[in-house]
């Protein structure tokens, strides 16, 4: 017998499982295509109801335009932020279904299950930032990065996305409702990117709250996104954002693998 | 697998799990030779389901050891996982997709190349009945439906031990008895079947061997005869048409227990032709009229019964 020893075909079952999952989307798309609203109607309201005020407030020679390039980048950390809702509550509600069940009796890689989770809600969250752009663009935003800078731009967002999304698995695997799924990562679909400077520098916070608002891993990445859209100072921010990323992926991960050995109930 | 001295299908020792201060399981011994189906029978909350989880890598036993197909369940689970196929209490499908689809999910699992998978899952759909039901959602299967699609899914890795977890809780009998040639023709084809029921008349119908599990222990096992055995049970019930006469039999015959307000006389006995010729050469020799007879068997209720020691019948619904 050799079966003990063959290589577990973890890449081979992850493409299956992602399959299966990008199925899933397909047929119900219902609720990744709300979260992905959330953010364009946020962009629209801050843009056209309160950016003239904004835009003056946050100097740069002000007005709704410059406040339009200023918010962008806060934007699209929104909707990655918002995407870990669906994750928490796809995987809280695909573990007490029974063929997560049969996946476990079964001679599979185990971790595929949730990467497969991961990688669709990585391309989904992908799909919806390109959805945001789309109408950034339409409504005005200029970005003045060259293909390199694009490139970096969208590496950052891929890796601080998945690092995300397994933290949301991880939610995800901890909550016992779906309903309990749905609230678990209200720190990163809201606190986070609200505490940050996605609509205000955080220059005009209070110390206490700017000092958390300045060193917190989505102002690194907003900051470090918006030099390279539109050519502001990065600084510190760059290698910051890469290292909350990896951070917070390889946390996310650890937690989950972990959380998904438990015997489930 | 070593050739010369097959390892059983199932054994295990001492099996041992508790939730918090509930204990589930307090020491189980299970001994399942290979091809044949082993029924394990109890009342909803004795362990039939731990038990399972155990034996299918589910879920880690507290204490005692579990060998399936050869492999430790907890040393080399996923070479026992390779071995199985399980058929969960609640079925084991995906609801969002079509049965087709759940079949193709299990090809890929199983790395069958894609014509082989697609063969595979033709041949089961056909086999179960599902063909016309392929492309459809299996959220809009009927009970009977999904755990049918919930056994072809199991069989695409040709298992050689399947666990089925109270596989016709809530099927209707059509269902049921379709159920039954299912598992029937699996045994025909040599594979070794592990299922639990809380129904006797299912586990008479079904197993080589029985294990009765009552609070977490193994209370009796054997061949569906050999429980039967048992249980002394077998009678022949005698009722008369006037006290003077039943009281005119209890004399005659000597044994058996007499009720008056019933006008019965229960006899020890067997029921067979025999016995039942030796007890009317008595009754005839003494000029006594019977009005009617019954003959009572022992059948596995009464074995449930008489060793669980609580006919309880919200929880054990025999049918």
């Known amino acids: ?265 | 697998m070593n050739p010369t001295t097959p390892a059983p299908a199932i054994e295990a020792t001492g099996l041992r799990k508790a939730y918090g201060d509930k204990l589930v399981l307090d020491g189980i011994d299970l001994h399942v030779p290979r091809g044949t189906v082993f029924a394990l029978l109890g009342p909803n909350g004795a362990g039939k389901t731990t038990t399972v989880q155990i034996l299918s890598t589910l879920i880690r036993a507290d204490g005692g050891e579990a060998r399936v197909a050869g492999h430790d369940v907890a040393a080399a689970a996923q070479t026992v996982r390779a071995a199985i196929g399980v058929t969960g209490q609640f079925s084991a499908v995906d609801n969002l997709i079509t049965g087709e689809e759940n079949m193709a999910l299990m090809a890929d699992l199983h790395h069958l190349p894609r014509p082989e998978g697609a063969r595979v899952t033709a041949e089961l759909l056909a086999r179960f009945d599902l063909v016309e039901a392929a492309k459809k959602p299996a959220s809009t299967y009927s009970g009977g439906m999904r755990r049918r699609l919930d056994i072809a899914m199991t069989l695409v890795g040709s298992p050689e031990v399947i666990f089925l977890d109270e596989p016709t809780t809530g099927l209707d009998p059509r269902s049921r008895h379709t159920m039954w040639q299912i598992i029937r023709d699996l045994v025909a084809g040599g594979v070794t079947v592990f299922l639990t029921t809380q129904y006797l008349e299912e586990a008479d119908q079904l197993a080589d061997r029985i294990a009765v599990l009552s609070g977490g222990r193994i209370v009796a096992e054997g061949t569906p005869d050999e429980l039967k055995r048992l249980v002394p049970g077998g009678h022949v019930r005698l009722r008369f048409l006037d006290p003077a006469e039943l009281a005119r039999a209890a004399q005659v015959l000597d044994v058996g227990t007499r009720d008056d307000e019933a006008l019965t006389l229960q006899v020890p006995g067997d029921g067979s032709v025999h016995t039942l010729r030796a007890l009317f050469d008595i009754l005839d020799g003494a000029s006594i009229t019977v009005d009617s007879l019954t003959v009572h068997t022992p059948d596995l209720d009464d074995v449930f019964f008489a060793v669980t020691g609580r006919p309880d019948h919200e929880k054990v619904q025999a049918r």
């Open chain 1, 1 to 265: 017998m050799t079966t003990a020893t063959q290589p577990v075909p973890h890449l081979r079952d992850s493409l299956t499982m992602l399959r299966r999952n990008l199925l899933h989307a397909r047929r119900y798309p219902s609720m990744t295509l709300q979260v992905a609203l959330i953010p364009v109607f946020l962009l629209l309201l801050f843009v056209y109801v309160f950016g003239g005020a904004l835009g003056t407030g946050i100097g740069h020679g002000g007005g709704r335009t410059a406040y339009l390039a200023y918010l962008v980048p806060g934007i699209l950390l929104m909707t990655a932020g918002t995407g870990a809702v669906p994750t928490a509550v796809a995987v809280c509600t695909d573990m007490t279904e029974g063929i997560v069940a049969r996946f476990r009796t079964m001679a599979i890689s185990r971790p595929s299950i949730l990467v497969g989770h991961v990688v669709g809600s990585v391309i989904q969250t992908m799909i919806n930032l390109t959805l945001v752009i789309a109408v950034a663009l339409a409504i005005g935003f200029r970005p003045n990065a060259n293909p390199l800078e694009w490139l970096a731009a969208i590496g950052l967002l891929v890796l601080f996305v998945s690092g995300l999304t397994w933290l949301s698995v991880a939610l995800g695997l901890l909550s016992k409702t779906p309903e309990g799924a749905s609230n678990a990562p209200l720190p990163i679909s809201f606190l986070l990117p609200f505490v940050s400077s996605t609509f205000v520098p955080v220059d005009s916070m209070p110390s206490g709250i700017r000092w958390f608002a300045e060193y917190q891993p989505f102002t690194t990445v907003i900051e470090t996104l918006r030099g390279l859209l539109t050519g502001t100072e990065i600084g510190h921010n760059g290698w910051m954002a890469v290292a909350w990323s990896v951070a917070i992926a390889v946390l996310g991960f650890v937690w989950s693998l972990r959380l998904f050995d438990r015997d489930p109930r």
